[in-house]
T-cell receptor
Framework: DAGVTQSPTHLIKTRGQQVTLRCSPK?????VSWYQQALGQGPQFIFQ???????QRGNFPDRFSGHQFPNYSSELNVNALWLGDSALYLC????????????FGPGTRLTVT | GESVGLHLPTLSVQEGDNSIINCAYS??????FIWYKQESGKGPQFIID?????DKRQGQRVTVLLNKTVKHLSLQIAATQPGDSAVYFC????????????FGKGTMLLVSP
């Protein structure tokens, strides 16, 4: 049984560009959450998707948007990248009704230059 | 891989010692608490969880203690091994509110052979 997978592993972008990160949840999980983790910090919640809709959102600007597909996979999009967006972006999936039981993927390391 | 432990509090122990990692959580309404282990270049990995109606839970070589009076959580690792070296995060969750995890600051555990 595959766990949570994310792509790409690493990404380098230039300030002002746009980026799309992808996540496939663990089999049987229908809820996907995205987190941003800066170096030396704990993960910070960006948003959560369930039934193809954004259910919860953290304190992140509208430049951060997402999508969930019918197969429960998800994308995180960031527009107009800032240097401060450089971080590890983590995806976590959870089963129906157990949103606290989150399993994390390996993350995508985004570097903005 | 890149370190997630930059500027984090650090606990250094010898192999075979018992380790205690502490965490102060923020919300007295939190129902559920989880400890995660994060190795360099990887996503957080579930270690053990505890519900708010419990004050102690044991796993394999790990014990979590919960003190709701002072909003304090601890993770005890018995017979610490070099493979336990990582950053450890506590996270809290409350079922009736913000249905996602809020992470603490993290502690880096360094185990010397």
């Amino acid at each position: 049984d595959a766990g949570v997978t994310q792509s790409p592993t690493h990404l380098i972008k230039t300030r002002g560009q746009q980026v799309t990160l992808r996540c496939s949840p663990k089999s049987g999980h229908d809820t996907v959450s995205w987190y941003q983790q800066a170096l030396g910090q704990g993960p910070q919640f960006i948003f959560q998707y369930y039934e193809e809709e954004e259910r919860q959102r953290g304190n992140f600007p509208d430049r951060f948007s997402g999508h969930q597909f019918p197969n429960y996979s998800s994308e995180l999009n960031v527009n107009a990248l800032w240097l401060g967006d450089s971080a590890l972006y983590l995806c976590a999936s959870s089963p129906t009704g157990r949103a606290g039981e989150q399993y994390f993927g390996p993350g995508t390391r985004l570097t903005v230059t | 891989g890149e370190s997630v432990g930059l500027h984090l509090p650090t606990l250094s122990v010898q192999e075979g010692d018992n380790s205690i990692i502490n965490c102060a959580y923020s919300n007295s309404a939190s129902d559920y608490f989880i400890w995660y282990k994060q190795e360099s270049g990887k996503g957080p990995q579930f270690i053990i969880d505890i519900r708010s109606n419990m004050d102690k839970r044991q796993g394999q070589r790990v014990t979590v203690l919960l003190n709701k009076t002072v909003k304090h959580l601890s993770l005890q690792i018995a017979a610490t091994q070099p493979g336990d070296s990582a950053v450890y995060f506590c996270a809290e969750f409350w079922f009736s509110g913000y249905s996602t995890l809020t992470f603490g600051k993290g502690t880096m555990l360094l185990v010397s052979p």
